[in-house]
């Protein structure tokens, strides 16, 4: 596999980064995770956290070096996911569990699939344009299928935040799945919270990932994204891969990984350590991100 990627998130206005990012391959096989912990709910850090722990540790498990079946996978590690975060709010004696939206996306053999819950979308841009998108879970999305109200009418309802999914609620997320989708070289799949989505137009959300690669255009659409919704900003993340992109573009070659390996930005242990333990300050939040920057442009700028 060749590709490009890079990750970002900003805190935005608000008093903490509840938002969670990463990605882990093989040789063969790549997953990608954005989660966005619901700040209505205590501790929804804890919640993307340990949802991205779970997913990838599963990844681990079973990428060895391809999932033998990527959509039964999604909906296995998301599932999962969404025990720990119980499993947590009960040894927590906690009276309400912490909750996260999620997306998730695999890519293998040239094809991608996808999976989510909540309103952290996917996006695949192809020649410019948005060729597909998920479907948000959320209030102002059934008022608009059912024809209720406008899309331009979104960024202002009045429920415009309300989400009717997620992982860690009392109930058993729909886990969403989208794909089967074959990629073509210069494709992009973008995930991302509703910091990014929801504060940009559409055109102001392609332009980035469509006028240079990568590396350069997922920051500039975070910083966007939070600039342009000023003191309303919202936790702001966005992580974007480009499959097979030109000669000039810095990517990264999965054969450069060794049989049995995975390359992961998404730190794996024990969840009963993860689950036992506080969660994240933001200064270690700060550091972490820094350091998959940093790590990011030593290894080609992907």
Not at 230 to 255: C, I, R
Request: charged residues 25%.
């Amino acid at each position: 596999m060749r590709f490009s990627i890079y990750q970002d998130s900003l805190i935005g206005a608000r008093a903490s980064n509840q938002d969670r990012m990463g990605y882990c391959y093989t040789r063969d096989s790549l997953l990608m995770l954005v989660a966005d912990g619901m700040g209505g709910h205590a501790r929804g850090e804890v919640a993307a956290h340990l949802a991205l722990q779970v997913a990838a540790s599963v990844f681990q498990e079973e990428a060895r070096p391809v999932l033998a079946d990527p959509p039964a996978f999604l909906d296995r590690a998301l599932r999962r996911a969404h025990r720990e975060i119980l499993r947590y709010q009960d040894m927590h004696r906690l009276p309400e569990s912490p909750r996260t939206t999620i997306v998730g996306c695999v890519v293998q053999h040239g094809r991608a699939w996808w999976a989510h819950a909540g309103d952290s979308r996917l996006y695949l841009v192809r020649g410019g344009q948005v060729a597909m998108r998920t479907r948000d879970h959320s209030k102002v999305q059934n008022l608009i299928d059912l024809g209720m109200i406008d899309e331009c009418d979104r960024a202002t309802h009045p429920e415009r935040n309300k989400v009717l999914n997620c992982l860690g609620s009392p109930f058993e997320p729909t886990i969403e799945q989208g794909g089967d989708v074959a990629l073509r070289p210069g494709d992009t799949l973008m995930l991302c919270s509703d910091g990014v989505w929801s504060a940009l137009p559409e055109s102001d959300l392609l332009e980035p990932l469509t006028a240079e690669s990568v590396l350069t255009g997922v920051p500039r659409l975070v910083a966007q994204a939070v600039g342009h919704a000023g003191s309303l900003a919202d936790n702001a993340t966005a992580l974007a891969m480009t499959w097979e992109a030109g000669a000039n573009v810095p990517a990264l070659s999965s054969d450069e990984v060794p049989d049995g390996a995975i390359t992961t930005t998404i730190a794996v242990g024990s969840i009963d350590e993860t689950a036992a333990g506080d969660a994240l300050t933001e200064d270690e939040i700060e550091r972490t991100i820094e350091e998959i920057r940093e790590a990011i442009s030593r290894t080609g700028g992907h």
